[in-house]
């Protein structure tokens, strides 16, 4: 297993063989996700190149607290690039430019629910995206000889689907959604490049991992941010859809390390990252309004439009490889994932009532 004092490499491009830093570039970087391979890298001695999207709204703000503008060259080791997964050359084009050790592809389109709603997109970009990233560190790898690159794919939970559980590396895949099926082919595209051109690629199938950095549209942040808005009054009712789905839900912050330990073996593999636990949606909701002293029952109502066309009920993993091989396991339990997110979501929810007080919000957006 790496350690602290394996970030470093050496370098090939006449530095007299000095050392210099492991670099990473990270899509998806101002994701959940990202944000927390960021600080962990970061942590780890790592440079960190990250990949955004161009859009109209800034979207960093996981990310704002560890940025430094580039100008500050020798504290800078976190820096921003515009592409795009449905963009092929700008993947090509950065891959040469920044000349990672390590490729993580975090990107995605990754509400199941949307992906049914725009199903082509959802393909594009976490399908062939992923795709057309491989394909550029290929190209790259065989142009530069540079064969010590190392590729993370980031799988789901949900390529599992209709398979009952546990689920493990060897559980076949039955997707029931276009978000599912395009993270199987991302996943059977990062097998067939693995064999096919020996590149070191992994794909980590990852169970529901879930933080204070969740996106607000994803079930348990809802719940924790309706939570808080509740409990300070800016809220009265929280509408969802099916109770009875049950996940195995982790912490984010424990996940990437495991990401990170994927890519540190000697040989390349796929491994399922989970706690083993599965809980419903319903038990989500009682730790959460629980634990600041309200009944869930009392606020939650169903709304058939949160019911997808084709549910999954019952994801549990088993992640016993990535114990025995990575030696990883996970350190925050169920009980205080949920209580963090409330801790935090409760802390928003009063600066929030102080803008509406103040007449700079409208209380009322919500029912």
Known sequence: MA???????????????????????????????????????????????GLIR???????????????????????????????????SSLRRWLDTIAPDEVYNLAAQSHVAVSFE???YTADVVATGALRLLE??????????RKNVKYYQAGS??????TPPPQSETTPFHPRSPYAASKCAAHWYTVNYREAYGLYACNGILFNHE?????????TRKITRAVGRIKIGLQSKLFLGNLNASRDWGFAGDYVEAMWMMLQQEKPDDYVVATEESHTVEEFLEVAFGYVGMNWKDHVLLDRRYLRPSEVDNLKGDASKAKKILGWKPKVGF??????????DVELAKREKVLVDAGYMDAQQQP
Not at 62 to 78: G, T
Not at 136 to 145: E, I, P, Q, Y
Not at 211 to 219: A, H, I, K, L, Q
């Open 3 to 49: 350690t602290q004092n394996d970030t470093t490499v050496r370098s090939g491009s006449g530095s007299n063989g000095e050392e210099r830093r492991k670099v990473a570039l990270i899509t998806g970087i101002t994701g959940q996700d990202g944000s927390y391979l960021t600080e962990f890298l970061l942590n780890k001695g790592y440079d960190v190149h």
């Open 54 to 88: 161009r859009s109209s709204n800034f979207n960093t703000q996981r990310i704002n607290h560890i940025y430094i503008d580039p100008h500050n060259a020798h504290k800078a080791r976190m820096k921003l690039h515009y592409a795009d997964l449905t963009d092929a």
């Open 118 to 120: 725009i199903p082509d």
């Open 136 to 145: 550029a560190v290929r190209n790259h790898v065989d142009a530069t000889g």
């Open 157 to 162: 939970s949900e390529m599992f689907g209709a």
């Open 211 to 219: 933080s204070p950095r969740r996106g607000e549209n994803f079930v």
């Open 335 to 344: 009980q205080e994932l949920v209580k963090m997110m409330v801790d935090e």
